[in-house]
Nanobody
Framework: EVQLQASGGGSVQAGGSLRLSCSASGFTFDDYTIGWFRQAPGKEREGLAY????????KYAASVKGRFTISSDNAKNTVYLQMNNLRPEDTAVYYC?????????WGQGTQVTVSS
């Protein structure tokens, strides 16, 4: 059974930090690109950061570049999203996503709330 388990969300004040974790099982983790997305109320789901487990390359959305860092521990089948200098507009439900070609999986979300 494929599982993507996101955790680490919470409530912080603006300027604070959180680290999200995405633990994967049930598929060949090393073959997939893992991404973090978020969705705020009334807004579309937004792709934030991606890491290829085949070559380690990363990609970031402009809205988080320089503040968020994605990393992968292939031995633990876990991808992290370090979020620094959080802003109220970062408040959303955060999801992890695994993709290889046309095959993809979503995890359940974890809530991040940033207060001013």
């Amino acid at each position: 059974e494929v599982q993507l388990q996101a955790s680490g969300g919470g409530s912080v004040q603006a300027g604070g930090s959180l680290r999200l974790s995405c633990s994967a099982s049930g598929f060949t983790f090393d073959d997939y690109t893992i991404g973090w997305f978020r969705q705020a109320p009334g807004k579309e789901r937004e792709g934030l950061a991606y890491i290829s487990n085949t070559d380690g390359s990363t990609k970031y959305a402009a809205s988080v570049k320089g503040r968020f860092t994605i990393s992968s521990d292939n031995a633990k089948n876990t991808v992290y999203l370090q979020m620094n200098n959080l802003r109220p507009e970062d408040t959303a439900v955060y999801y992890c996503h695994a993709q290889r070609g046309n095959l993809y999986f979503w995890g359940q979300g974890t809530q991040v709330t940033v207060s001013s």
